[in-house]
């Protein structure tokens, strides 16, 4: 089973930012956490990951509280290309050599 | 910027038939797998392979499937006997590296087969 819970669905207006939580109370000092999207069927987009520091790319930064028991994926000014499936994956890395994907956040980006 | 890519996009077949899915990881990565995702349902491991051998798999992958690196380039899912429930998308992903670098280890997935078993 999935190490995240995340809720189902979430709506958020053109150009606001989009916050996407994931809460992975059990996660161990050495996993990473890594957020993916999937758009419609294609296939899972790697967006950003990080271990305990908050971290920022050119798609998205993302906060992960200092007990590391959650995070969120923020997407600071969301365009309706980014309605899609947003994965939370807890991961060892080294050796496991798997993802293991929930059910993720169904985000809805409205004009 | 590299991707990893697949073929076919879409593929039909009879119940009973083998198929064989490809997939062309990124040039430099070393390490390569194989999810499912059944029509509405989560994306699921299949397998993960490294130095021609399979590092990890599943429960679903059962005698029915096999992979193989036939040559420097493709890397290839076998289902050897399909059946009905066989029938999803199947993406191949690769990474650099298994080990020791979490940017290393990052998993890029293809686009996906589409398999339809009749």
């Known amino acids: 089973d999935a190490k995240t819970t995340q809720p189902p669905s979430m709506d958020c207006a053109e150009g606001r930012a989009a916050n996407l939580p994931c809460n992975h109370s059990t996660i161990s000092g050495n996993e990473y956490v890594y957020w993916y999207r999937q758009i419609h069927s294609q296939g899972p987009q790697y967006i950003i990951h990080g271990l305990k520091n908050n971290e920022t790319n050119e798609m998205a930064s993302l906060i992960i509280t200092e007990d590391r028991k959650s995070s969120t994926l923020i997407l600071p000014h969301a365009t309706l290309r980014d309605t899609a499936v947003y994965y939370c994956?807890?991961?060892?890395?080294?050796?496991?050599?798997?993802?293991?994907f929930g059910t993720g956040t169904r985000l809805k980006v409205l004009a | 910027e590299p991707e990893v890519t697949q073929t076919p996009s879409h593929q039909v077949t009879q119940m009973g038939q083998e198929v064989i899915l490809r997939c062309v990881p990124i040039s430099n990565h070393l390490y390569f797998y194989w999810y499912r995702q059944i029509l509405g349902q989560k994306v699921e491991f299949l397998v993960s392979?490294?130095?021609?051998?399979?590092?990890?798999k599943s429960e679903i992958f059962d005698d029915q499937f096999s992979v193989e690196r036939p040559d420097g380039s493709n890397f290839t899912l076998k289902i050897r006997s399909t059946k009905l429930e066989d029938s999803a998308m199947y993406f191949c992903?690769?990474?650099?590296?298994?080990?020791?670098?979490?940017?290393?280890?990052?998993?890029?997935f293809g686009p996906g087969t589409r398999l339809l078993v009749l």
């Open positions: 994956i807890v991961s060892l890395g080294s050796g496991t050599y798997k993802y293991i």
């Open positions: 392979f490294y130095n021609n051998e399979i590092s990890e």
């Open positions: 992903a690769s990474s650099e590296s298994g080990w020791g670098n979490p940017k290393e280890e990052t998993q890029y």
